[in-house]
Nanobody
Framework: QVQLVESGGGLVQPGGSLTLSCTASGTSFSGWPMAWYRQAQDDERELVATITVCSTPYYKNAVKGRFTISRDNAKNTVTLQMNSRQPANTAVYYC????????WGQGTQVTVSS
């Protein structure tokens, strides 16, 4: 069974930076597009960024230029670097495949506040 473990969240001031990591165990994700999602309180989960098998990134318009997604297939890890954080970015962040989702991990809480 695939397990996804997200880490790196925390409290950050507006304008600050944070890097999230996600590691998958139980399978290799090298053959799948991977993605980061987020869910703010009382909102539905939304797609934030996707990275293809060939490492081409795609971003939600609201985070373009501020977030960077990357992957390391050898380590079965996908990361999300977030710069210029805004309070609207406060959410629980999850990683998963870009489609045909695995079971969700616990996510990592990111709070942007002064």
């Amino acid at each position: 069974q695939v397990q996804l473990v997200e880490s790196g969240g925390g409290l950050v001031q507006p304008g600050g930076s944070l890097t999230l990591s996600c590691t998958a165990s139980g399978t290799s994700f090298s053959g799948w597009p991977m993605a980061w999602y987020r869910q703010a309180q009382d909102d539905e989960r939304e797609l934030v960024a996707t990275i293809t098998v060939c490492s081409t990134p795609y971003y939600k318009n609201a985070v373009k230029g501020r977030f960077t997604i990357s992957r390391d297939n050898a380590k079965n890890t996908v990361t999300l670097q977030m710069n210029s954080r805004q309070p609207a970015n406060t959410a629980v962040y999850y990683c998963n495949k870009g489609a045909n989702l695995w079971t969700w991990g616990q996510g990592t809480q990111v709070t942007v506040s002064s």
